[in-house]
């Protein structure tokens, strides 16, 4: 039976893993950061809008918003008019959630990094 040979030694070495590692999480971290959820946004849609909000309001002829930022536009507006203002990143994804169910603009990629959620249109 043929033996393997060694290990790369410096592929092994455990201090090269704990100084990689750590970068390579710094460097995905960003990137995490502006991948937008529409899950969440639709959780605090739920939460915060849909008492004052019927699907009539975004379905109806005379919309406000006519792009992505009109819709997230919006979002900021009624945010402020609650009485607390959310994230930047709540509100995309609040944006996102709603411009997914009702609007389906083309989505700004600093916002929707997918290649699907950028292209509808």
Known sequence: MASRPPPDREVCNPMRILTVAPL??????????HAQDAARGRALYETRCIACHSTSVHNRSARKATDFEGVRAQVVRWSREAGSPWTAEEIDDVSVYLNELYYRFPCPRTICRSEARAARG
């Open 24 to 33: 390579a999480a710094a460097l995905a971290a960003p990137l995490a950061a």
